[in-house]
């Protein structure tokens, strides 16, 4: 909980501290990451570009395009026998990249061929596409940017179910997702039980609002300034030219503080009188802060795993997180493994991710 009192210096370095964390890589240039080596005899993997329409995205005040890429990953053996069916994975991806980007990052297709080669059960993995005017909808459901909470549980697995061949049963769909991507499986996890079965959680971000300091040590630069900077936004295009850990606020404000009477944005900042207020919205937005009231959620999942790097400031709050879920006596894994936010992004897909999935999905009804 937010005190009302809180100092507007406070509540600058607190609001860049979330947003620092809503994007932890680098929004200059394509992150790069250690490159599992190929499998020998790993077979192709067949690559599908498609659009899929968001009615939970319909009418959003941003803008934001309500038909979006993703990207289909569907199995070799996929063409070969017609009445087979498969369970499917909805991998998320991070703050200020979208789907293209992620599926470089994670070396995709040649991990989930090399995770097949290895012994991994076939299924389908998809990479939506969720980014926005300002790098990024949180995978949460606001006015503003619309409702990517229900696109993601709603609208893209129903386009799966209805174009490919799946299992469509929550026991046979998993979600995954790493930084913003882990925040979003985070969220969507604990209020859409009733749609999946597994969850991993990798590295995920903005689990709690964070004190000054939050974000890979990053300096939060002088508060009265960024309060300038903010405050002269007024069009997409002023957003852009922000600096990076300015432009996430931006996103986190689209998702978190929406507010339909603020035209051209329709958002409210964390700045001035009503940052106490906003941050408060903020906080409500945090895992950490609504996990209890999910609980028996929670415990319907088969299995629920997360990991994280032990260069990266987001394990504080992963393990936080872990010693709720272990509170509540809700069975989980949870790693820290050596490496920064995104260095072995690729190799954990590959050698975590997916075989997790395998073992924890349900293939019953895939006649395999």
């Known amino acids: 909980m937010i005190d009302a009192t809180i100092s507007h210096r406070d509540a600058a370095a607190l609001a860049l501290a979330v947003a620092v964390t809503a994007g932890v890589i680098s929004a200059a240039a394509q992150v790069k990451t250690n490159v599992p080596d190929p499998v020998a005899g790993a077979r192709s993997a067949i690559v599908e570009r498609v659009k899929i329409h968001g009615k939970s995205l319909e009418g959003n005040l941003e803008g934001d395009a309500v038909d979006r890429d993703a990207i289909v990953f569907l199995p070799p053996t996929y063409n070969e026998n017609r009445s087979r069916r498969y369970p499917v994975v909805y991998a998320l991806h991070g703050y200020s990249i979208g789907a293209e980007q992620w599926s470089r990052e994670i070396h995709l297709p040649q991990t989930v061929e090399g995770a097949f080669a290895k012994g991994a059960h076939e299924m389908i993995v998809v990479l939506p596409d969720s980014k926005t005017v300002h790098n990024g909808s949180m995978y949460s459901s606001s006015v503003t940017t619309g409702d990517f909470e ?60 964070r004190g000054s300091g939050g974000g890979r040590g990053a300096p939060a630069p002088n508060a009265a300034s960024s309060d300038e900077l903010l405050a002269a936004v007024k069009t997409p295009a ?38 106490p207020t906003v941050l408060a919205k903020w906080a409500a937005n945090a895992p950490l802060a609504f996990v209890d009231q999910y ?54 897909f590959q050698e975590h991710v997916m075989p997790f999935f395998s073992r924890t999905l349900s293939f019953e009804g895939s006649t395999r």
């Open 150 to 209: 229900n696109y993601v549980a709603r609208d893209v697995v129903a386009y799966m179910d209805a174009h490919y061949r799946t299992i469509p049963t929550r026991e046979s769909r998993g979600l995954v997702g790493h930084s913003m991507g882990g925040y979003g499986a985070t969220r969507i996890g604990m209020k859409h039980a009733d749609v999946f079965g597994s969850l991993y959680i990798m590295s995920p971000c903005c689990l709690s609002p």
């Open 238 to 275: 002023d957003s852009a030219k922000l600096p990076f850990g300015l432009r996430a606020q931006m996103a986190s404000a689209a998702a978190w503080s929406p507010n339909p009477k603020n035209p051209p944005l329709y958002l409210d900042l964390p700045i001035g009188d009503q940052a």
């Open 295 to 348: 609980v028996r959620d929670l415990k319907r999942y088969r299995a629920i795993a997360m990991d994280v790097g032990d260069q990266d400031g987001l394990r504080v709050d992963a393990g936080k997180l872990r010693e709720v879920l272990d509170q509540y006596g809700i069975a989980n894994t949870f790693e820290i493994y050596p490496g920064t936010h995104t260095s072995d992004v690729a190799i954990r």
